[in-house]
């Protein structure tokens, strides 16, 4: 994604991401840019998940905090591959999710299995005392790659760099709350907002310059959207997922973020999204043995607020 170098390299770096990210949206960027003097910066290693912006137009991070990202995005993706096929087929049929009926389907635990294996491995990165002690593992792409062995690795490529466009814009919103005085959660939810209208507010004049069909686009990012809450929804301890001094419960952050997303209730986007939330909370120990709904989209609902 970004590798390390001087401050402007790193900024370029980063401004290419978020242009890759949202290429309709490149002179507002670069408005942005020069207003608020935005730049960019990796900071010594260290464990744990470190970017945030700030003051004097910063945002900093460690690149170990990127290679995390990257790693969750695979680990979504493993998510996706062990329930968000069934969760597409059940509401469709009329069906209950029911956890027993899906531990029981052919090849479910291997796919179980290699989700933990993939949270696992983003927890290792953070935790080691040094990257370099860090083993890649072999079932992940390294994020320099340039080819890659399936369209499912390409697609979650493209969907985990714009997630971390999602995540800096995220920060960026925080340098120009600066010294706003607003609430701490307020702040929270409107850097949110300001990430996700960035990428999905103007997609159709994408669409008409690039050719490609405005609802798979939109389908391609609010992906990423989900894959960006989704890494904050890892890195926050249990115990903050209903609220912290800091931060907004996090089902109030997926909610804003899901409830205007207009793409049909049948879309697999829903299932993709509440295979992400499912795999977590199962991993945590917290899934529910039951819950119906409708839809594809009711039942995204219905486990996020079991946030």
């Known amino acids: 994604m970004v590798s390390e170098g001087t401050t402007a390299e790193v900024s370029e770096l980063v401004l290419a991401l978020l242009r890759g990210a949202a290429p309709e ?28 912006g700030g003051a004097f137009g910063s945002v900093i991070f460690t690149p170990r905090t990127l290679h995390q990202i990257w790693l969750l995005g695979f680990a979504a993706w493993r998510a996706f591959e062990a329930y968000g096929g069934i969760l597409q087929i059940l509401p469709a049929l009329g069906l209950p999710y ?15 299995l290699r989700f933990q294996a993939a949270i696992h491995d983003a927890r290792a990165l953070n935790q080691v005392h040094q990257s370099e002690d860090f083993e890649w593992p072999a079932a992940v792409p390294l994020p320099s790659q340039q080819s890659f062995t399936s369209a499912a690795e390409e ?12 995540i800096f814009l995220h920060e960026v919103k925080h340098i120009v709350l600066t010294q706003s005085g607003t609430d701490p959660h307020e702040e929270e ?4 907002q300001f990430a996700r209208e960035f990428l999905l507010e103007n997609i159709t004049a994408y669409a008409s310059t690039s050719g490609k069909p405005s609802d798979r686009i939109l389908a391609l990012r609010a992906m990423a959207v989900s894959v960006g809450l989704f890494v904050v929804l890892e890195i926050t301890p249990v115990s ?11 089902r109030k952050r997926w909610t804003a973020f899901l409830e205007p997303v207009p793409l049909p209730i049948d879309h697999w986007f829903w299932s993709f999204t509440t295979s992400l939330i499912l795999a977590k909370l199962r991993h945590e120990h917290r899934g ?17 607020n079991l946030l």
């Open 25 to 52: 949206r490149a002179d507002e960027l670069a408005a942005l840019w020069r207003q608020f003097a935005l730049n960019f910066d990796t900071i010594q290693d260290k464990p744990g998940f470190d970017i945030k």
């Open 98 to 112: 029911d956890a027993a009926m899906i531990a029981d389907l052919p090849g479910q635990l291997e796919a179980e």
């Open 155 to 166: 697609v979650t490529r493209d969907v985990t760099s714009i997630a971390g466009a999602f």
């Open 189 to 192: 939810l409107a850097c949110d």
């Open 240 to 250: 903050s997922w209903r609220e912290s001094e800091s931060h907004p419960p996090l």
């Open 288 to 304: 529910p043995e039951q819950l119906d709904a409708a839809d594809a989209r009711g039942l995204c609902f219905e486990f996020i």
